[in-house]
């Protein structure tokens, strides 16, 4: 199942991360994509504000992963620089725990992810609108349906 969205604006990404929050249980999977700049980290960080979590919430281009504490551990993945290195940094555990795992730039861990996952890719528009593609498989579908309104 996919569903476009327009998103105009901050406040408006921000609606839409609180939106998505209703819907989050443990084990959730969200890959982002989207262009340098497109707002992926921005996006984690309104997330992360919906889920409780009071820490900054950073880009882990350099670390691959951070990790924060809220009503359910964010799992905050940038696997940017795995590309073509392989996937060696033991992240299923976490892919596969007990929180919410944020991943960005998801095609290079592809093979290591479930087939179970929600899929939002991010397309620059202009400097304030972006065209959000939503994308769900299994028991994300649902929320894909939820999300399009």
Same mark, same amino acid.
């Given at each position: 199942m996919e569903k476009y969205r327009i998103i105009d604006g901050l406040v408006s990404l921000e609606l839409f991360a609180k939106q998505l929050s209703d819907f989050l249980f443990e084990g959730f999977v969200l890959c982002l994509d989207g262009d340098l700049g497109a707002g992926k980290t921005t996006f984690t960080k309104f997330l992360g504000k919906y889920m409780g979590i009071e820490d900054t919430i950073n880009s882990p281009t350099f670390t691959i992963m951070k990790i924060y504490d809220g009503e359910l551990p964010l799992y905050h993945m940038d696997v940017y620089r795995l590309q073509g290195v392989g996937v060696d940094y033991e992240l299923e555990e976490y892919i596969y725990g007990d929180g919410v !795992?944020? #991943?960005?730039?998801?095609?290079?861990?592809?093979?290591? &992810?479930?087939?179970?996952? &929600?899929?939002?890719?991010?397309? #620059?528009?202009?400097? &304030?609108?972006?065209? &959000? !593609?939503?994308r769900g498989t299994g028991q994300y579908e649902r929320i894909v349906e939820k999300l399009g309104d």
């Amino acid at each position: 199942m996919e569903k476009y969205r327009i998103i105009d604006g901050l406040v408006s990404l921000e609606l839409f991360a609180k939106q998505l929050s209703d819907f989050l249980f443990e084990g959730f999977v969200l890959c982002l994509d989207g262009d340098l700049g497109a707002g992926k980290t921005t996006f984690t960080k309104f997330l992360g504000k919906y889920m409780g979590i009071e820490d900054t919430i950073n880009s882990p281009t350099f670390t691959i992963m951070k990790i924060y504490d809220g009503e359910l551990p964010l799992y905050h993945m940038d696997v940017y620089r795995l590309q073509g290195v392989g996937v060696d940094y033991e992240l299923e555990e976490y892919i596969y725990g007990d929180g919410v !795992t944020v #991943i960005e730039w998801y095609h290079h861990i592809e093979e290591i &992810l479930p087939e179970e996952r &929600l899929v939002i890719e991010i397309e #620059i528009i202009d400097a &304030l609108k972006r065209k &959000l !593609t939503i994308r769900g498989t299994g028991q994300y579908e649902r929320i894909v349906e939820k999300l399009g309104d």
